[in-house]
């Protein structure tokens, strides 16, 4: 028997319990429920001791791999810190008990989805995961934006779930058998077949629908009207379905050079899409959900590139800081307040710019040759993924040059480049040790990948250029009316609106 297994039925058991006190203080029923999320974490790391002394189990309607390891124990462990935080956050709230066991609920539908060994029992938990997670979405149900954003998110969550369940249709009639481990382990002895291919796109259509991808982001950005504890669990938790999936079937997905192509030419779209308008947010959650946006494309392209073991841990460490970001995001505004000015503001000037960029450009290369003398060569399509994360790191060098910054500055932002791509080469190895050969390696990129690389890299680098130079540039009179723009997402969000009457809610 899996352990992990277990861990949904302690949480369900609880849940029905509080959906049967749904009103207010329903005595000890938050305590319960925090309590069967601390159980089914037990149970989830026991499932990871399991699979470190026995190796993986497949077949049947439940898996145990390194992927489902990974997933169940970051589930269990955000929803034990989103449950105890709602105790406090939802006391004494009209209908609490109610939303304890919608909690209780979608997270053991959630282990299911992560642990599915089955392509039906996969849909039937990304299915029951969504209607779920829509009355989390209405938990103030009187209130108009609430009523949109769920109305938003159940058309493109169910919009994936049918592509989803096309897929499996295919697979079934390509392969014979709904076993996730016997396609994966047949997409990798022979080439796929016709309804197999077809399938790979469906499953791409799927997680793009499920991740908020660029251009149907926008049910995303307004979440926030639901609980905070419900934005934690989604932007750190279910947003990451799509990521999941796609490293779940990565043998199959990595078969097909469309599909990485356009993994890559989407991701890379929704990321400098993401990140641009996150710059131009006010708000501390809007700021944040355009952030989630902006990750969501980057797991998709590092996907695309076929670093799963990235996109991996990329799914892990985003969860954990997102999850920390919008439960602490109320003492944001408090914490700015209390920072005070040491002198004058450091802004630098293109000459500083450039010289910060050419300069943590260089600190990559070196630290980047010295992984490759020591541990071998590295993929092209890493080394491209490095030098887009190290142009964020060239806007905080770019800090410690200008003219007006303190020596102590410079040598912190020196450090941090130098740190970041340590980091990078560090954590890549790790990855990769630790998946093994459960995952495909890196494919060899064709044309279009490479001009799809290239022009990532090229939005990338001219964003952060554009963030260096920003306080030069943010107060003409024409930056002011692009800055609306961007900061409503260039209407794409009310444009979908509009499609389904939104307005009229």
Partial sequence: MILSSLAPAALAVVAAAALLRPGRRPKLLPVLAEIASLVALALCVAGAVQFTLNGPVTGGWLRLDIVSTVMTCLVGFIGWVVLRYSRT??????????????????????????????????????????LVLRQLLLFYPDRAPAQRAAAKFSRVWGAGDIALLIATGLLWAGFGTADIAAINDAAKAAPLPAAAQAAVAFIVLAALLKTASFPLHGWLTEVME??????????????????????TFAWLVQASPAAMAALVLLGGLTAVFGALVMLTQSAVKTALAWSTVAQMGFMLLQCGLGL?????LHILAHSLYKAHA?????????????????GPVATPGLAAVLRAFLLALALYATVAVCFILVWGPKSPQALALGAILIFGVAYLVAQGLADAAPRALTRRTLLASAGATLAYFGFQALAAWMVGAALPGVPVAGGLEWALIALTVMSFGILAVAQALFPHWAHHPAAAGLRVHVANGFYLNAAFDRLMGGFRT
């Fill in 89 to 130: 956050y939802l006391d004494g709230a009209d209908r609490e008990g109610r939303f304890h066991g919608l909690m209780l609920s979608v997270l053991a539908l959630v282990l299911l989805l992560v642990q599915a060994g089955s392509l039906w029992l996969l849909v039937a938990a990304f299915a029951s995961a969504g």
């Fill in 326 to 342: 919008f439960l602490s995001s109320g003492g944001a505004v408090a914490a700015v307040q209390a920072v005070r000015r040491p």
């Fill in 308 to 312: 799963w073991p990235l996109a991996l």
């Fill in 226 to 247: 639901a609980p905070t504890p419900v934005s934690a669990l989604l932007h750190a938790g279910i947003i990451n379905g799509g990521g999941v999936l796609l490293i």
